[in-house]
């Protein structure tokens, strides 16, 4: 398992997403670099939303877990699966002030322009980029 955790240094997206998830301790850790990194492409760099995947992920692992009693002692191994889906709640909660990670399209079918990127007075948004109307060939 590869861990690139530096306590003293967490400027990256990863390392900003163990930080949220509580993933910081490198001799037991939750995930692998390549398996976060996945959550964070998947969320276009953005950690919150990245690391709210990672605890469902989490969750859905723990979900497994039972309580039971044995010798005098409880464990109640499910409350981490409980613990992990209201973090992922949160992450969420906190995220929902960030802009939508894919721009809605002008005209329904272009990738090229961003519904953020047109002119509000303009009747053609495609206009701001290539220029004046096409004038026919008379």
């Not at 919150?48 to 859905?60: I, K, M, V, Y």
């Amino acid at each position: 398992m590869t861990f690139t955790y530096n306590s003293a240094s967490v400027t990256t997206a990863l390392a900003k997403t163990r930080l949220e998830i509580g993933d910081t301790d490198s001799t037991a850790v939750l995930f692998t670099d390549e398996e976060l990194n996945v959550y964070i492409d998947a969320r276009a760099d953005v950690v919150l939303l990245a690391a709210a995947d990672a605890c469902d992920a989490l969750a859905t692992r723990f979900a497994r877990a039972y309580d039971f009693e044995t010798d005098g002692q409880r464990f109640q191994r499910s409350q981490m699966s409980k613990a992990y889906r209201e973090l992922g709640k949160g992450l969420r909660d906190r995220a929902a002030g960030i802009a939508t990670l894919t721009p809605t399209r002008v005209d329904g079918y272009s990738d090229d322009i961003t519904n953020t990127d047109v002119s509000s007075t303009d009747d053609d948004p495609r206009r701001k980029f290539w220029g004046p109307q096409d004038h026919p060939p008379y």
